[in-house]
């Protein structure tokens, strides 16, 4: 069955660095484009932007630019968000979700709490 | 950037009720929509695509309709579960821009 797993809750102090993985099982990693989606606490769905799974091209929404970077190992069928520079205001679950058109399978989610 | 709109942001209803969302895009999106169920503390769920496909194992209660920049969200008749967040999204152009959720709670 479709899995996707990330890894877990993440407590950072502002200015570090954070890295998520999300692990994909159950069907053929380079078949669908990865999403990652923010959710700010008591907030809406912000789609981030995707990572092309056959080429590890990104695409990121305005906002996720400069600071956040998807990433790739096929080889353990792992999509990545790194966030440098972290503020306050990037506390927030972020999910990976499969699909570039219809995101059908949803990581778990990943707590990030950015706090000094 | 494609706005989506849904209305109303939240309803009180009793088990049993049927209930309608509305989602919004400010331009035409063909039918480039989808539908997800949140729970709290929860992933989404997608429940449909594309406007009106269902997704396996989702309950024949919710349906979906619409076309070019208006869409809606039917649930024929509320279950305890179906309490919680709804969200619509369009897959037809990027950034992949999510309503900003609609709240069912009991009444």
């Known amino acids: 069955q479709v899995q996707l797993v990330q890894s877990g809750s993440e407590l950072k102090k502002p200015g570090a660095s954070v890295k998520v993985s999300c692990k994909a099982s159950g069907y053929t990693f380079t078949s669908y484009t990865m999403n990652w989606v923010r959710q700010a606490p008591g907030q809406g769905l912000e789609w981030m932007g995707w990572?092309?799974?056959?080429?590890?091209?990104?695409t990121y929404a305005q906002g996720f630019t400069g600071r956040f970077v998807f990433s790739l190992d096929t080889s353990v069928s792992t999509t990545y968000l790194q966030i440098s520079s972290l503020k306050a205001e990037d506390t927030a679950v972020y999910y990976c979700?499969?699909?570039?058109?219809?995101?059908?399978?949803w990581g778990q989610g990943t707590l990030v709490t950015v706090s000094s | 950037d494609i706005q989506m709109t849904q209305s109303p942001s939240s309803l009180s209803a009793s088990v049993g009720d049927g209930v309608t969302i509305t989602c919004r895009a400010s331009q035409s999106i063909s039918r480039n929509l989808n539908w997800y169920q949140q729970k709290p503390g929860k992933a989404p769920k997608l429940l449909i695509y594309?406007?009106?496909s269902l997704q396996s194992g989702v309950p024949s209660r919710f349906s979906g309709s619409g076309s070019g920049t208006d869409f809606t969200l039917t649930i024929s008749s509320l279950q305890p579960e179906d309490f919680a967040t709804y969200y619509c999204?369009?897959?037809?152009?990027?950034?992949?821009?999510f309503g900003q959720g609609t709240k069912v709670e009991i009444k």
């Open positions: 999204q369009q897959s037809y152009t990027t950034p992949r821009t």
């Open positions: 594309a406007t009106s």
């Open positions: 990572i092309n799974t056959n080429t590890g091209n990104p």
């Open positions: 979700a499969r699909g570039s058109t219809v995101p059908d399978f």
